[in-house]
């Protein structure tokens, strides 16, 4: 079975660019999750979609991001404009349900330069 | 506020010395606990977790954590590291009866493995 994929793994941008990151989560799984690693903080939670509907984004920092997960299957977060303060490891996770356990991506890392 | 304290950033132990990586968590009640582990390149894994029950929990690689609701404390534990524990550690948590996907992490611990 393959796990959760994260496209891509590692990606620099300048300050004001817009960059896409996607995440494909393990066929069959309608839970999924977005969250990001600042340098030198925990991980924190970003967004939760079940299918193609968000369920909670009270982790999601500003509108300059936007998380979509067309169709129920991938799901793309999406930074427009990047700043400075955007650094750091998105990770992706996906389950079954609520009540099982997740699996992790590998995660993207983002650098805004 | 809920938090997830892990207070050693970084642990060096050497290769078949026991190991303790300590997580506190700040809760009114107790939540559902976790332990992932992180190694290079990797995405993170599922140790161990606890809901209820036995506060003694056993985990993959060897690894188990008790947790003890006196001290709000979920500690990590294995008896004997190998080389190839060396990876970064994380407790998680989550409110009672909350969305499991939903974690509150620690900060992490970073081990590394001595020869």
């Known amino acids: 079975e393959a796990g959760v994929t994260q496209f891509p793994s590692h990606s620099v941008i300048e300050k004001g660019q817009t960059v896409t990151l996607r995440c494909d989560p393990i066929?069959?799984?309608?839970?999924l999750y977005w969250y990001r690693r600042v340098m030198g903080k925990e991980i924190k939670f970003l967004l939760h979609?079940?299918?193609?509907?968000?369920?909670?984004e009270s982790g999601m920092p500003n509108n300059r991001f936007l998380a979509e997960r067309t169709g129920g299957t991938y799901s793309t977060l999406k930074v427009q404009p990047a700043e400075l303060e955007d650094s750091g490891v998105y990770f992706c996770a996906s389950s079954r349900d609520t009540e099982e356990k997740l699996f992790f991506g590998s995660g993207t890392q983002l650098s805004v330069l | 506020a809920q938090s997830v304290t892990q207070p050693d950033i970084h642990i060096t132990v050497s290769e078949g010395a026991s190991l303790e990586l300590r997580c506190n968590y700040s809760?009114?009640?107790?939540?559902?606990l976790f332990w992932y582990v992180q190694s290079p390149g990797q995405g993170l894994q599922l140790l161990l977790k606890?809901?209820?029950?036995?506060?003694l929990v056993q985990g993959i690689k060897g690894f188990e954590a008790e947790f003890k609701r006196s001290q709000s404390s979920f500690n990590l534990r294995k008896p004997s590291v190998h080389w190839s524990d060396a990876a970064e550690y994380f407790c998680?948590?989550?409110?009672?009866?909350?969305?499991?996907?939903?974690?509150?992490f620690g900060q992490g611990t970073t081990l590394q493995v001595k020869p």
């Open positions: 809760y009114g009640a107790t939540p559902y």
């Open positions: 998680a948590v989550v409110p009672l009866a909350g969305n499991t996907g939903k974690l509150i």
């Open positions: 979609f079940v299918k193609e509907s968000k369920q909670d």
């Open positions: 606890y809901f209820s029950g036995d506060t």
């Open positions: 066929s069959g799984h309608d839970n």
